[in-house]
């Protein structure tokens, strides 16, 4: 097989064909050009013809492919939609919410973490699912006083929010990671404060141009979110507006703007 592709291919150097029997130390430096070219010609008939890569199935990760939908949002009922004037003004907000957040990382990022505030791992999906959201959420368990999260008196109950000194510490890796484990949460639950909170927050330290996998993430997210105001009864809900503004954020500064929303 091997003699075979080489008469398919004109040689492109005048080198004489290597004799295998040839004492030559492949570990020693070339002398001249033309040691060099035998020596080259010496390793690749040692190398197989066919090559099997070992590979651990349990070092690959649980999503391998990224796959980009061109699908639209859903349609938005009649009078939830956002005017133009709307996007146009948190388009602007959210561009000087990340200019601000780009200027002074490096200072968030120097402040002290109360004892309490225990980051995870990048790659623990569950606790970073805790920590943003709350356990109450997490486990389904509304607390009993209502007015706990406003307090702020149990973080690891409510959700620690997405503060300054929390996310400049998160590199882009990790921001994606996290993006990712919120949008597969919301894929299968409902709209709630502590997910928009981080949503936004993760949006706003998300570096352009986007990665791929970045990009099928945010229109996952616009999508989930068109489908959620799309089941909404009413637009006193106070869900309408923070799931306008995540589609509006996609569609309109991430360049998305076959998600954007029409005027009605």
Avoid at 186 to 211: N, S
Wanted: with cysteine; net charge negative; proline share 7%.
């Amino acid at each position: 097989m091997k003699s075979d592709v080489e008469e398919l291919m004109p040689r492109l150097l005048p080198v004489e064909t290597c004799d295998t029997g040839e004492d030559f130390n492949l570990n020693e430096p070339p002398r001249n050009p033309q040691e060099y070219l035998r020596q080259v010609q010496l390793e690749a008939s040692l190398c197989p013809d066919v090559v099997v890569a070992k590979i651990d199935p349990k070092k690959l990760r649980k999503k391998q492919s990224v796959n980009v939908s061109l699908t639209g949002c859903q349609a938005a009922p009649q009078g939830f939609s956002p005017s133009l004037k709307w996007q146009r003004q948190q388009v602007s907000n959210f561009s000087e919410i990340r200019q601000s957040i780009s200027k002074h990382r490096q200072h968030w990022s120097g402040h002290a973490l109360d004892d309490n505030v225990l980051m995870p791992k990048q790659d623990a999906e569950e606790q970073w699912k805790k920590f943003c959201l709350g356990e109450n959420v997490y486990l389904n368990s509304p607390p009993i006083d209502p007015g706990a999260e406003d307090r702020g008196l149990d973080y690891v109950k409510v959700g620690f929010p997405p503060f300054l000194s929390i996310v400049s510490r998160l590199n882009q890796a990790t921001i994606s990671a996290v993006l990712e484990y919120l949008i597969n949460w919301f894929e299968e639950r409902e709209f709630v404060p502590q997910l928009g909170r981080w949503l936004y927050a993760l949006l706003a330290c998300l570096e352009k141009p986007l990665l791929p996998e970045a990009h099928s993430l945010i229109r996952q997210l616009a999508r989930r979110s068109s489908e959620v105001r799309a089941n909404l009864e009413s637009q006193e809900d106070e869900r309408l507006s923070p799931l306008n503004l995540m589609i509006c954020l996609v569609a309109r500064y991430f360049d998305q703007n076959d998600l954007a929303d029409k005027e009605d």
